[in-house]
């Protein structure tokens, strides 16, 4: 079945990655300016060295070794070399603050850490003496080492040049290692990922050597990965995303890591490199296309003029294009000229010219900023996953790709959705349990062996592919049981450009109201545009014009619920737009910039009330803190606007 | 506190003294560097910091006096005279090469060290090309030391001025100086900037074992720097002493520091 097949661990796929890909490039890496490449053959022996000196240090089998640090290559052998010796690697956050690394080392035991450079180092010697386990800290980077005396310290170089020449000193050694790869089987622990904790304190997931192997043998023959591809490895080494989508991977399919120079280089990095395969979460999509969208302003106008008219054709073709779909003559042609004069060298400037498949994961991604990547001839798909599956549940197989689904369940996953709507999964790549956590492992579990992923969804029924809605605890369910996911809601209208933030009410009630902040740059240059005049936000804000637009705007959200059973009664009522921006300092929002929700219906308890009794306009009053730390109150007088429902008389008359 | 390593005088100043017409800009004026530290000057505007650097690396030269540097006293030198014999400095006002990279700024530092000809350079070509092979090397050693890797190629008058200061210090240490001068290395710069010059000062002194002799401002900053300080007033040297004793100095809080809080 699988591609890793016999080989069980990751240092039976590496051998067998150094007999079959010995010249192949493992790993790149730029250092002084240069691509420094090693080939699986070569990465082997030092791997096999490194894991001889480590074993000369006292690393034990079942020991834990934390790695601290941003993506390098002696830091992934160090995850490899602990492997051979049947050790479990721990990879921690590199930004992760002493209090949170003295709460992971010392709950995994680590009695080694590898860490990158001097700031790693400090931040594990001041919080040493919290972890009573450790022996040695080995560090890749000597800078500003040199004056360090504690003999804890070593060079990771140094463990391998000691392992190397042990290694040809004493052929009794080399047996033994070459043992200890011989006795592991797929039933090791392969790793320990700490969930980084959001949601309380993180939990140690661990994850079983066959499994990993399986998973990732399932997905690179999924999306067709094999030796000559190349992946860009940039993402955090402690998140499930880097150590699934390029190590494990890597090891399986064989194909080669690249490495970049630091963290500010990463975008001169991927362009030189011209990855294969390439990860980003929504935001850094986001974040890539506002840069070119800047940069685009500066250009000069014929340029402009030829970007937006060759944009305006892939948002027309693109996507038929890239799924192979019937496309007339004429969009064809002008597609292949616009693909000659904007989209290869837009991709170019991305490092994106050479990538067969993109993904994206962790939240929900606009559909606009979704279709401007595939419209350019990225084959970006969306993936659903976590931590405890060892990444996989969901993926979009290519040719069936659509913004608002996260794809069919993943090859060899088993998806159902329980009573109360929350997503639960059977998976080759599935946890074996939180490590020193068997009661938090039990909550996790279904009698019946299936993993709890605390998110609700429901599958699609034109396409069957899973819709992942909201965090399970927070949907909620009509007076007369419809489902209602708010943040789903809320994603929908954040996806507008007027509509800044929104919140929505509806658990236990008759229908579903919501509360809209507008966006104010958006607002105010569309007002400026159509010549409305307005004196403050809160002017803006309950113009009846602004109503208008984004009465249009909720409409439309509520036109495409109707298409979806599950969710087509929960259709938003009633709104009203807020006198006021959502504000942290307000204790609105958190620091990270999400609505609290619970906290806004109490402060504003009578604008819901007056949401659910009818009232066309309802007074109110609060308190704001401004900049400097002073406090003032606002009242304003908040107009509500009622919304037909449309769809199916059945819906409709559920909903009602 | 990081004590010099040994007490082998490097630089030594024998009573310098310059004057431009009718101002006289430095007048008797005595001090050493030892190899290995840092030291400070430090004094009022106009108080002659940066004709003493210039004094030191050849640009001007003094009316009397005498200036001993690696055990040779010389009495008129050049500049380029002083950069071979392994002076280095930035300058006050930034002045790389602003159409040029990061990197060929870094590169032109390496220009005293280029053993072949013009020609042979141009040619590009068998022991020239192994050469700049060489000396990038060197140079991306630096921009690695000083973590520039992300403007390697950036034109550097499109880059910030802390981040130009740093490239200029680069393109100083491309020259391998046994003395580096820094010309208010942190006038202009934001708190920040000025904590990571700091701290590339303090690696450049302890990674290279360059000395440093350094004019700045801001008092916080030499105060942590510096080995030892020396003050100078209306071109007179007024104290010479460590930070703590400087301090105490009834003269200097009277020239410089103010009245102390």
Known sequence: ?656 | MRAPDTNEILLQVEGVALAFGGVRALRDVSFNVRKGEIRAIIGPNGAGKTSMLNVINGFYHPDRGAITFKGRTRARMQPFEAARGGIARTFQNVALFKGMSALDNIMAGRTLRVRRGLLWQMLRYGPALAEEVEHRHRVEEIIDFLEIESIRKVPVGRLPYGLQKRVELGRALAMEPDLLLLDEPMAGMNLEEKEDMSRFIIDVNSHYGTTIVLIEHDMAVVMDLSDRVAVLDHGVKIADGTPDEMRENQAVIDAYLGVAH
């Open chain 1, 1 to 656: 079945m699988a591609d890793g097949g016999s080989f069980d661990t990751f240092p039976k796929l590496l051998l067998r990655n150094a007999t079959q890909f010995g010249t192949r490039p493992a790993f790149r890496h730029k250092d002084l300016g240069i691509w420094q490449t090693w080939t699986w053959a070569q990465v082997a022996a030092i791997v096999r060295a490194y894991a001889a000196g480590l074993h000369r240090l006292g690393l034990q089998p079942g020991d834990k070794i934390a790695v601290a640090g941003s993506n390098r290559p002696k830091l992934y052998w160090t995850m490899m070399a602990a492997q051979a010796l049947q050790a479990i690697p721990v990879p921690v956050y590199s930004d992760a603050v002493a209090e949170e690394l003295a709460f992971v080392l010392a709950h995994a035991e680590a009695s080694f850490v590898a860490a990158q450079d001097q700031e790693q180092v400090d931040k594990v010697l001041s919080v040493c003496e919290r972890v009573p386990h450790l022996q040695k800290i080995l560090y890749d980077e000597s800078r500003g080492l040199d004056g360090y005396a504690d003999s804890r310290l070593i060079a990771i170089h140094d463990v391998i040049e000691d392992g190397r020449a042990a290694l040809t000193a004493d052929p009794a050694l080399c047996g033994q290692i070459d043992e200890f790869v011989r006795q592991a089987d797929g039933s090791d622990i392969a790793v320990i990922l700490y969930t980084s904790g959001t949601t309380g304190a993180s939990k140690g997931v661990m994850l079983s050597t066959r499994g990993c192997i399986d998973a990732a043998s399932d997905t690179t023959r999924f999306d067709g990965l094999a030796d000559h591809d190349v992946v860009f490895a940039y993402l955090p080494l402690a998140w499930v995303g880097d150590h699934y989508l390029n190590y494990v991977q890597g090891l399986v399919a064989g194909f080669c890591m690249a490495c970049p120079e630091s963290s500010e280089t990463i975008e001169q990095d991927r362009r030189e490199i011209g990855p294969t395969f390439y990860f980003a979460p929504p935001r850094g999509f986001e974040a890539m296309l506002t840069r070119l969208m800047i940069r685009m302003e500066d250009a000069a106008p014929v340029k402009r003029r030829m970007f937006n008219y060759f944009l305006d054709v892939a948002r027309r073709y693109g996507e038929q294009v890239l799924t192979g779909k019937q496309v007339p003559l004429r969009g064809r042609l002008l597609y292949a000229l616009g693909r000659l004069l904007v989209y290869e060298p837009l991709k170019n400037v991305l490092g994106l010219s050479r990538v067969r498949v993109a993904y994206t994961a962790g939240e929900a991604i606009g559909p606009d900023l979704f279709a401007f990547y595939r419209s350019i001839g990225l084959n970006l798909k969306q993936l659903y996953g976590q931590t405890e599956a060892f990444l996989y549940v969901t993926c979009q197989p290519d040719g069936e790709i659509y913004p608002d689904t996260v794809g069919p369940a993943a090859p060899n996953v088993d998806i159902r959705i329980a009573q109360s709507g929350e997503v639960q999964f059977r998976s080759p790549g599935m946890f074996v349990g939180y490590f020193k956590d068997q009661a938090k492992t039990a909550e996790t579990m279904t009698f019946d062996g299936y993993v709890k992923t605390g998110d609700a969804g429901f599958f699609d029924e034109k396409t069957g592919h899973l819709k992942i809605i909201d965090r399970a605890k927070d949907v909620g369910w009509l007076a007369d049981g419809t489902m209602v996911a708010p943040k789903y809601l809320e994603n929908k209208l954040k996806f507008f450009p007027n509509i800044k933030e929104a919140i929505t009410f509806g658990d236990s009630r008759e229908f579903v109201c919501a509360m809209i902040n507008i966006d104010p740059v958006a607002v105010a240059n569309w007002a400026e545009r159509n010549n409305i005049a307005y004196g403050s936000y809160q002017e803006l804000a309950g113009h009846p014009l602004v109503y208008d637009m984004v009465a249009k705007d909720v409409a439309a959200v509520n036109h495409s619920l109707v298409k979806e059973r599950v969710l087509a009664g929960a259709q938003i009522r009633r709104f009203l737009i807020l006198h006021k921006e959502l504000d942290a300092d307000d204790g609105e929002l958190t620091r990270t910039q999400k609505v609290r929700r619970r906290f806004i219906a109490e402060r504003y308890a009578p604008l819901v009330t007056a949401l659910y009794d009818g009232s066309h306009e309802a007074d109110i009053s609060t308190e704001v803190t401004f900049e400097d730390g002073r406090k003032g109150t606002i009242a304003a007088r908040v107009k509500i606007r009622d919304m037909q429902a449309t769809g199916s008389a059945e819906s409709l008359g559920k909903a009602a």
